[in-house]
Nanobody, 124 residues
Framework: QVQLVESGGGLVQAGGSLRLSCAAS????????VGWFRQAPGKEREFVAA????????YYADSVKGRFTISRDIAKITVYLQLNSLKPEDTAVYYC?????????????????WGQGTQVTVSS
């Protein structure tokens, strides 16, 4: 069992930055791909970014490419999502998810474990 806890969300003005963290407990995190997804009010959950279990490959949704960066620390205990040049349309609850030996899929159904989410609100 893997427990995921997101943190780092908050209220920021358009053009600002935030760094989200996804911390894991309960099992080694190093063998899991980690994805970030988001869900805005009234909308379906959407893929944001993912990093493979090895950390060698990253993937991004077109809407965030060039603005967001996903990374994991050397000990592979925490995965980060750096959000730059934020826009009001980035407002959503952001979730991290883990996929055992995953390849960084954009499909939420591939991920076995999910965190509770952290709210990101971008004001115009």
């Amino acid at each position: 069992q893997v427990q995921l806890v997101e943190s780092g969300g908050g209220l920021v003005q358009a053009g600002g930055s935030l760094r989200l963290s996804c911390a894991a407990s309960g099992r080694t995190f190093s063998t899991y791909a980690v994805g970030w997804f988001r869900q805005a009010p009234g909308k379906e959950r959407e893929f944001v970014a993912a990093i493979t279990w090895s950390g060698q490959n990253t993937y991004y949704a077109d809407s965030v490419k060039g603005r967001f960066t996903i990374s994991r620390d050397i000990a592979k205990i925490t995965v980060y999502l750096q959000l730059n040049s934020l826009k009001p349309e980035d407002t959503a609850v952001y979730y991290c998810a883990a996929d055992y030996y995953g390849l960084g899929s954009a499909l939420g159904s591939k991920y076995e474990y999910w965190g509770q989410g952290t709210q990101v609100t971008v004001s115009s």
